[in-house]
């Protein structure tokens, strides 16, 4: 099947959910790409939701944390101070999944402005549960499209703290947990360097190059000694994540492809 880079994106970002793993969901991409890896290579992952639900298995795609659906097909609703105190603070969490409007080399986010946060240019979603979700999982994955003016040399505003500085800055920090161990993009994987913690390009997507990756990143982009190529997505994983949108894209009341 052909596919698109938002679909191998997608693709890439389920399969880096381990099968049995308690997964913090964030709306947006995230949830699609945890909700796909249950569909296919994860069927036994616990995913969780900020306002409660735990177990949940949605069959279409939340419009939100407050989405109905997530409570009808989760296996149990906590109040979301028990989410948060006992499962995340807890170090109950195997990985937290986030989307970023910004994101830098260290893994830092920000979710909050564009510009002078007095003056912004624009006024983003804001944090959520997102930095205490970066700040207490076990280890956190970022998915988000790849643009200079998403992957930025320094963040307008740290939403969630990543790696910091770089180094031992997070630990000095106090924080817990590995911290970002992926970024997935529709261009490439990254993950955090040994020792500098700064992300650097892992594996490319078929048909990227590196030129397209170095003019779609802020900073001097580095690769690793060895950079894979991502395997292609399977007729399994199109499929299903194909009937997820259109099922998603039915029940909201959309247009195919707007899911």
Known sequence: MAYSTNEMMTVAAARRLKNGSVCFVGIGLPSKAANLARLTSSPDVVLIYESGPIGAKPSVLPLSIGDGELAE?????????????????????????LGAAQVDRFGNINTTVVGDYHQPKV??????????????????????????????????????????????????????????????????????????????????????????????????????????????????????LRDLEARTAAAHGQAPGEA
């Open 123 to 240: 006024r983003l979603p804001g944090a959520g549960g997102a930095p205490e979700i970066a700040g207490s999982a076990k280890s956190v994955l970022i998915i988000l499209k790849q643009s200079a003016r998403s992957f930025v040399d320094k963040l307008d505003f740290i939403t969630s703290v990543g790696h910091g500085e770089g180094g031992d800055s997070r630990q000095r920090l106090g924080l817990p947990g590995a911290g970002p161990v992926g970024i997935i993009t529709d261009l490439c994987i990254m993950e955090p360097e040994a020792g500098t913690h700064e992300f650097v390009v892992t594996a490319l997507h078929p048909g990227v190059t590196r030129e397209q990756v170095v003019a779609a990143t802020g900073w001097a982009i580095r690769f690793a000694d060895q950079v894979d190529t991502t395997a292609e997505p399977t007729d399994v994983e199109l499929t299903a």
């Open 73 to 97: 097909t989760a296996d149990t609703v906590v109040p979301t101070g028990e989410i948060f105190r006992y499962w995340l603070q807890g170090g109950r969490i195997d990985v937290g999944f």
